[in-house]
């Protein structure tokens, strides 16, 4: 070294003797530390008061005397959970609740959301009454079914009219191209545009990357779609009627969709707490949660299944009697970094960059760059969906071509 310093990976003495601020740094890395814990700490309160807002607990929870409310509102926004917060913000003392501005643009959030359940509560019931006219015996799937759950049907943040249509692809497409031709067909539906409302038509209802499981599944939902086709119910307020799955299939088909969204572009609180409420009402013996779990293991998910029980119990406050398996811990807490990171259906993960504009070949790449890390959780799933996705591309090509 010739007797030379070289402060090139010197020590704060070495930067202090050589005249440089060593306190820039350190501010830094304490600012950045107590930011981060600040956000745990609003985040632990966020859960601790969303339990409240769903009834999970009766009492209004202390930590929220501590709670950052602005903090708490983007939360719920990314989370697609703001109608459900609201919910309990109404019960609070004023002492507690949001300010003034706050809570009028909170309020009125919140009645966007009542508004939209209202337009998609009438649409249901008329997509239903229009497809068993026309000869299609339908169910409808999540949505507006699982918003019935809910203490108030109307905070759930809707999306768009999910339908199964019994009677296979073929069939449903032609239907399909006779009333909107050119509609482009993905594996397990088709955009169907004939109102305000989006609407997915269904020719299963969901599916499997991996090929063993994603056969054991399509067999699984042959045999049982029949009764969910049979199950009517009335909806609030005079809106009609609409068919939906039964509580005991969507313990099973609400995990399998979670887990499906996993490896496309993410889960969120909003996906979770449909399913918190279908655990909730789930009556069942011995013999029933043994199929639930047997069909879990069946295809392939005990371990997810795991980590899906560790967030309803740990966010969500569900009590371990009501959890189908065993809770992952491991696998909960990786989950759970996921979704607070990504939120609803992952529209906030930029680790791989803005999804806006992103043409068809940029997807592949990023959505194939986004799972590698899922490979280690999920091995069989996670380097099927490539595979899956390049087969199907494949399949419809050939289809157009002849």
């Known amino acids: 070294m010739n007797g030379r310093k070289d402060y090139r990976y010197g020590s704060e003495d070495d930067k202090q003797e050589r005249g440089e601020d060593v306190t820039q ?7 950045h530390a107590c930011k981060s814990i600040t956000m745990v700490s609003q985040q632990r309160i966020f859960f601790d008061f969303l339990q409240f807002c769903i009834g999970a607990v009766a009492e209004i929870p202390a930590s929220i005397k501590e709670a950052d409310w602005k903090v708490l509102y983007a939360i719920a926004k990314k989370q697609a959970l703001t109608g459900v917060l609201f919910h309990g913000i109404k019960q609070l ?6 300010d003034a501005g706050l809570l009028m643009q909170w309020m009125g959030m919140a009645q966007k959301i009542r ?14 009454k229009k497809f ?36 296979g692809r073929n069939r449903v497409m032609q239907y399909i191209n006779k009333v909107c031709p050119n509609q482009v067909m993905r594996y397990h539906h088709v955009d169907f545009p004939v109102m305000k409302t989006a609407i997915e038509v269904h020719f299963t209802p969901s599916y499997m990357h991996c090929p063993v499981h994603n056969h054991r ?17 009335t909806l609030p307020d005079g809106y009609g009627e609409i068919t939906v799955p039964t509580v005991s299939f969507n313990v099973i088909y609400i995990l399998t969709h979670l887990y499906r969204h996993v ?8 996906q979770l707490l449909d399913y918190y409420y279908v655990l909730m009402v789930w009556e069942h013996d011995d013999k029933a949660l043994m199929y639930a779990q047997n069909m879990i293991n069946y295809f392939g998910m005990k371990k997810f299944a795991g980590g899906i029980m560790y967030v309803m119990h740990k966010v969500f406050g569900l009590t371990t009697s009501k959890l189908v398996v065993a809770m992952n811990e491991k696998e909960g807490r990786f989950l759970l970094a996921e979704i607070m990171q990504g939120g609803n259906f992952g529209q906030y993960d930029t680790r791989l960059g803005s999804k806006e504009n992103e043409g068809k070949l940029h997807r592949y790449l990023r959505m194939s760059l986004r799972n590698l890390r899922f490979v280690k959780h999920y091995p069989t799933e996670a380097l099927s969906e490539p595979l899956f996705r390049t087969t199907f591309a494949i399949w419809k090509l050939c289809k157009r071509v002849k």
Do not use: H
């Open 115 to 128: 508004q939209q359940n209202i337009r998609l509560f009438l649409d249901s019931a008329k997509v239903r």
């Open 263 to 270: 490896f496309s572009e993410g889960i969120g609180l909003r």
């Open 132 to 167: 068993k006219e026309v000869g299609f015996r339908n169910c409808i799937l999540k949505g507006q079914g699982n918003a019935l759950l809910y203490p108030d049907p109307y905070m759930r943040t809707s999306g768009d009219i999910d339908i199964y249509l019994e009677g």
């Open 25 to 31: 740094g350190s501010q830094n890395t304490f600012f």
């Open 93 to 98: 003392p004023k002492e507690l609740a949001p």
């Open 217 to 233: 599944m399509q067999n699984w939902l042959r045999e049982v779609m029949d009764l969910q086709c049979s199950n009517v119910i």
